[in-house]
């Protein structure tokens, strides 16, 4: 009997913090709690928060207006319900997802839909189930949206103890939906004047009667026969993009794997992935009516592939090879800031870019990936993945002509290391990471929009107080210039443990 209860004893405990916070590149102070529970296999922490400046408290983060505000105030407030470990039998995770990966990679590989928290909270789901030589992986990134950035999954069956075979599928349902809309009123944040008023979105439409003098000025109170005023008014009024208005743009995967397990720490793989979805032919973007010429996206396998975990360190090492219109780990760490931007085009008006629609850019791929993670006694965390191929790369022409495929190195580099709290006195956590993907040499650290970096530190104060830095960094498109500019997250808040 003491057995039994001994394996259900709660552990509790509650952080309090206090510190400042960008939303939609306006400055609120933060006051959150964040209590934590474990029984048994179960884990639970809440997110408690409240923001306020100047103008009051934020209220759309605790809004029960209706049913729909109510469940999304209410599963925001989960940081994450846990049960197990990711190699257990039964395993799940909801909430903040920091690094899902499925299968060996080739579709999702350490996809995060935390990346730009807490500007923004997703509460996502990563399910594994295994049993009887089945095993089932799902992911949903977040259960806030109606097309959010990642709905997969990976079915695999072990018909004997060495041989497992999978099969996967990942979708992006609307590309589109990844545009910022803080009073999701379908007008995107950039394009909407009042962001965070959802009855309102253009100055035109609420200065529409001062619109109106000036078409009767022009045209008379009876108004231009050939020219109604409600069209008069749709072309003063310009590019209003609305999500209603749009077709919705998906992008999806599928692929299969094998596993040999030779031993318990080592095993032999293959896999094998395509990408569902086209983009604009760059070698001929349009026929002689004018009308745009489409590319299906293409496909890409690693073999052989072998993966050893000794616990302390554990090494994948990879043959890639892929035709035009494909990258390796589509859905990645920073997916959710690069799936769709928004960038200007010759004459100042908005063009929507998502990374879908920028896979011209490789052709024909060869070449190798290694990763290696170890720890280095207990103190030092250190894991990195580095990409090395060959062949295709689009270059855009600097004359009137289209470009051309060259040949050129197609390489990507990932590192995040990790000082733990018995390494340094006082330091709680110490990490930092950097990411950049599919350029010719990213250790000349020329930023791109693949371009992604950040550090986190936690360091103990007096009086059992915490003082907790994060910040990342990644890159868009500059809507004046067209040029690269950083855009940087920081949450700086102290906390108290009680």
């Not at 035109?204 to 231009?224: A, H, M, P, Q, V």
């Not at 109604?228 to 794997?257: A, I, T």
């Not at 009308?291 to 975990?309: C, M, R, T, V």
Request: glycine letters at 10%.
């Amino acid at each position: 009997m003491a057995l039994f209860l001994s394996s259900f004893v709660l552990s509790q405990e509650t952080k309090g913090s206090f510190g400042s916070v960008v939303i939609d590149g306006e400055t609120y102070n933060q006051a959150s709690v964040r209590p934590e529970f474990k029984v048994s296999n179960l884990a639970v922490a809440l997110d408690i928060y409240f923001y306020f400046n100047s103008k009051g408290i934020k209220m759309d983060t605790w809004d029960f207006s209706d049913g729909k505000s109510a469940y999304r105030t209410l599963i925001d407030k989960i940081y994450y319900l846990k049960w197990g470990e990711p190699s257990d039998n039964f395993y799940f995770m909801f909430g903040s997802l920091p690094s899902v990966t499925m299968g060996q990679g080739i579709l999702v590989g350490g996809y995060s839909n935390a990346i730009d928290y807490p500007s923004e909270r997703r509460s996502g789901l990563d399910l594994k189930v295994r049993g009887y030589g089945v095993g089932l992986e799902a992911i949903y990134s977040d259960f806030k949206k109606n097309s959010p950035g990642l709905v997969g999954a990976r079915l695999s069956y072990a018909p004997i103890n060495k041989i497992e075979f999978g099969v996967s599928y990942a979708k992006d349902m609307n590309q589109f939906s990844g545009l910022a809309d803080a009073d999701e009123d379908g007008y995107p944040d950039v394009y909407d004047k009042y962001p965070d008023d959802e009855q309102k979105y253009s100055e035109f439409e609420e200065n529409k009667s001062f619109w109106y003098e000036n078409y009767t000025s022009l045209c008379g109170i009876e108004g231009c026969p050939d020219m109604p005023f409600e069209n008069w008014f749709e072309g003063v009024k310009g590019n209003e993009f609305s999500l209603s208005d749009q077709d919705e743009d998906p992008v999806s995967g599928f692929g299969f794997d094998v596993i040999y397990k030779a031993t318990d720490w080592l095993s032999a793989y293959g896999q094998y992935a395509s990408l569902r979805g086209e983009y604009l032919d760059p070698l001929n973007p349009v026929d002689r009516e004018g009308i745009e010429q489409k590319s299906n996206l293409g496909y890409g396998f690693s073999f052989p592939g072998i993966h050893a975990d000794l616990g302390f360190f554990s090494l994948r090492a990879e043959y890639r090879q892929s035709s035009r219109g494909f990258t390796f780990g589509y859905w990645d760490r920073s997916y959710e800031t690069n799936r769709v931007q928004v960038a200007v085009e010759e004459g100042g008006d908005n063009s929507i870019i998502t990374k879908e629609s920028q896979l011209y850019n490789f052709g024909e791929l060869k070449g190798f990936f290694v990763q290696f993670n170890s720890s280095l006694l207990n103190a030092i965390n250190f894991d990195m993945s580095y990409q090395d191929m060959s062949g295709e790369k689009w270059e855009n022409s600097n004359s009137d002509d289209l470009g051309v495929y060259v040949e050129d190195s197609n390489k990507s580099f990932t590192a995040v290391l990790s000082i733990l709290p018995s390494f340094i006195p006082k330091v709680n956590k110490l990490e930092a990471f950097y990411q950049q993907k599919n350029v010719p040499n990213p250790f000349d650290f020329v930023q791109d929009l693949s371009t992604i970096s950040g550090v986190s530190a936690s360091v103990e104060m007096t009086g059992g107080m915490v003082l907790v830095y994060t910040q990342t960094t990644s890159y868009i498109k500059n809507l004046d210039s067209g040029s690269l500019e950083p855009v940087t997250s920081v949450n700086i808040e102290t906390q108290m443990s009680f």
